[in-house]
């Protein structure tokens, strides 16, 4: 069978090499995807919005099945579409991708249902939303209301941060229309991780879980990013926690989801806070996570064309995980998640597939044969070990082996499981 996959950045490389693994695909389309992907994938340059040009490819090149990475053609309705043409594609509806693309869409349905989250308010006006952060105290959490790749999050430590964070996202629309409502919550302390499970109609299958780093430097320190490293398993979180997590939390979600007639499909993530009260949730997203993907699914021992098969026709399936730990980092472009260039060229990558580590193309650009950065995370390079620790210390040997020029990348990724 053939499978495009949509999209253009790491997580999708890693969709495309675990599709690639499967002896029943023939060839794995990325649309768009980047230079770096090509050796495991065929790109077509097609945007990840222009579902009609897509929907017509899939039509010519016998696609089996459309994998949806990016949370934008979601919110914007590509599965719909393309169910609408008869043509199988994974992934939630536009209604269903409102649990992530609206904050407050996802926090009225917890506070619906009694899933477990931090106390909120909704705000579209400043003096209101200032009013409430006042009322509250900090540390507080202000979020813009939509899509804001990552960097809609503001965890403010003083009362002016928070302000501040409110000026600027209802006041001076920073992202847009995605800030013109914030929701602004208490503030939760303790040990995050990356829960996604595989949905289809009611049937579920959870992940492993994984642990994201999404400050931009060392020692959790600066701006918000989509994430700079994330490693799994996370031993620090108990089996008991995730079983927990799974019953209040994943399973009550997908059934509220149904229950307000907007059933849930595709890749279910919850990221969650473990505070003394049990996890809490901090966001859905309705997609894989970035760089979650690229060290969980590099763990599934089974096949991942025959288990969607599977799964989008309601056959049961045992679907395995390898014990191994998987560790990932993300090298970014120098000012990233704020201004940054591109065009930089990037170090001997083969040097790190020798050493047997995966690198995972998020924006690299193929120019005269050399390889040049294309974005702001830039590529992930990922270790497969029998413990966390080989897997950092074999990433590590081989990121100081290279140079890094307007590149940067953490050095602790992984340092929760460490200490
Ligand atoms: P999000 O994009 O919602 O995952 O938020 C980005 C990051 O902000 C999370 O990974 C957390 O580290 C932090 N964060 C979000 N919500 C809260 C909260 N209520 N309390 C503490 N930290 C939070
Ligand atoms: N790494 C978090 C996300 O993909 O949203």
Redesign the pocket.
């Known amino acids: 069978m053939n499978i495009l996959v949509i999209g253009s950045g790491g997580r999708e490389h890693a969709l495309v090499k675990q599709f690639k693994q499967s002896p029943a695909v023939q060839t794995v389309y990325v649309a768009p995807g980047n230079d770096g992907m090509t050796k495991e994938a065929e790109c077509v340059a097609i945007d990840s919005m222009d579902f009609a040009s897509l929907s017509l490819f899939a039509k010519n090149n016998e696609i089996a099945l459309t994998f949806v990475g990016p949370e934008q053609p979601l919110a914007a309705g590509i599965v719909d579409y393309f169910t609408e043409q008869g043509q199988k594609i994974f992934g939630p509806t536009q209604a269903a991708a409102r649990i992530e693309g609206s904050?407050s869409f996802a926090k009225e349905l917890m506070a619906k249902y009694s899933i477990p989250t931090?106390k909120y308010g909704t705000f579209t006006n400043v003096i209101e939303a200032k009013q409430f952060i006042s009322d509250k105290g900090a540390?507080i959490?202000v979020?813009a209301d939509g899509l804001a790749a990552?960097k809609?999050?503001v965890?403010a430590l003083t009362l002016d941060e928070a302000y501040q964070a409110v000026e600027e996202m209802i006041g001076n629309q920073k992202f847009g229309e995605s800030s013109s409502r914030v929701v602004i919550?208490?503030?939760?302390?303790g040990e995050?991780f990356s829960f996604m499970s595989f949905v289809f109609d009611g049937e579920v299958y959870p992940m492993p879980i994984a642990q994201?780093h999404?400050?931009a430097f060392d020692g959790d320190i600066g701006p918000?990013t989509g994430g700079m490293g994330a490693y799994s398993p996370v031993p620090q979180i108990s089996q008991a926690v995730i079983e927990q997590a799974y019953t209040e939390v994943v399973m009550p979600t997908i059934a509220a989801m149904a229950n307000e007639g907007t059933p849930f499909t595709g890749i279910l993530y919850t990221?969650l806070?473990l505070t003394t009260d049990g996890p809490k949730v901090?966001?859905f997203n309705a997609r894989f996570g970035d760089p979650e993907a690229q060290v969980v699914l590099p763990r599934m021992a089974s096949d991942f064309a025959e288990f969607m098969v599977a799964l989008t026709n309601r056959r049961l399936f045992e679907l395995k995980w390898y014990d191994d730990a998987v560790l990932g980092v993300v090298v970014a472009s120098n000012g990233y998640p704020g201004e940054y260039e591109t065009g930089k060229a990037l170090p001997d990558l083969e040097v790190l597939t020798a050493l047997q580590l995966d690198v995972f193309h998020a924006a690299t650009k193929s120019v005269n044969g050399k390889l040049i950065s294309n974005g702001g995370r830039v590529i992930v390079v990922a270790a497969k070990a029998e413990s966390l620790e080989e897997a950092r210390n074999a990433v590590h040997e081989g990121l100081s082996k290279l140079r890094w020029d307007g590149f940067f990348y953490r050095k602790d990724i992984g340092w929760r499981t460490f200490i």
């Open positions: 904050k931090s540390p959490v979020k990552g809609g999050v965890v919550e208490e503030f939760l302390e995050e994201d999404k400050r918000n990221g806070i901090i966001e």
